[in-house]
């Protein structure tokens, strides 16, 4: 992957984390959630771990990166996967891809809190609609009062945790890269989340045995080439492009989400969902910083384009 082709790929990994919502509420409907997620979570670890090995850049962790990662991983794996996979098992997949969506947001924040960032006016703007989307979309088809089912509150707070682990990431420093620190936090998650299914799910591992050679497919699918291949692409976008950039395209993560659920969960739509869609996307990319990215960029070039052409005029 190159600086070229980038969009590319990333377009293409929205596309398949938008259809893992869908994949991960087939294997929460056939699978005890919290075992499968932990097995899931395992399986793309080691994938991460083997793509590196393979690359020559495989090592164990020291002692002190061990805590870090542990830390980190307590957000950013075992929080966000556990809360997603019992958040999945109460609510629909059309709610799960919106309410996710609001990730860039809730990491915007994050970095106010925790890095001092600064909150400009498109933000704050950004962070209401994106909210706002959020309220429309927990309301869709509800014909009484106001309420949040607790699937929705499980699929927010998974959005929390990882927000706040992208932060932890930032914030803390390691000679370790982060396709690495990425891989050993799934392991060691993994781990979390299997005591968790062994405290809450007695029998949690013995309903792996029972799906159909579709649900195993799905999750291989999902463990290696969403999560694993996922992970990778993102991060080293990121790298290429910045954040803000890339979290523009997490807006097409919440098209296939809808998309998916609709066609092949048959899951109705309603129109406060699409309304939801709408802000949320629109939240997106005002409270993520994405404009005022754009518009430093464009100051920019268009100050460096001025010097240039007042200096070829000084010749």
Known sequence: ???????????????????????????????????????????????????LAFMKK?????????????????????GHHY????????????NTGLILGLIPILTAISAMVFLKAKMTPLKLLGIIVGFMGVALVVMAGQQDAFSIAMGD????????????????????STDMGILLLTGWMMIIGSF??????????????????????????????????????????????????????????TNLNLLFSLTGAAVILNESLYVEQLLGFLFIVMGVISGSGAIDHWIR?????????LERAYRERKK
Not at 15 to 26: D, H, I, P, Y
Not at 153 to 171: E, G, M
Not at 297 to 305: F, V
């Open 297 to 305: 960029s464009r100051r920019t070039r268009r100050t460096a384009l």
């Open 83 to 94: 809360f997603l996979a019992i958040g999945l098992k109460q609510t629909s997949a059309v």
């Open 192 to 249: 979390f989340l299997m005591v968790i299914s062994f405290v809450t799910e007695p029998n949690g591992y013995a309903t792996l045995l029972n799906g159909e050679m579709y649900h195993y497919a799905v999750f291989f699918a999902s463990a290696l080439l969403a999560t694993s291949v996922g992970h990778m692409i993102y991060n080293n976008a990121i790298r290429m492009i910045g954040p803000s950039e890339s979290a523009v395209f």
């Open 153 to 172: 509150l499980y699929i927010l707070l998974a959005a929390v945790v990882q927000a706040i682990s992208f932060v932890l990431i930032k914030k803390t």
């Open 58 to 78: 495989w090592r164990m962790p020291s002692m002190s990166e061990l805590g870090l990662i542990t830390l980190i991983s307590l957000f950013n794996v075992v």
């Open 1 to 51: 992957m190159n600086q070229s082709n980038v969009y590319i790929w990333l377009c293409g990994i929205m596309m398949v984390w938008g259809l893992n919502v869908v994949a991960v509420k087939v294997l929460v409907e056939q699978f005890d959630p919290v075992a499968m997620t932990s097995l899931r979570i395992f399986v793309a670890g080691v994938g991460v771990l083997l793509v």
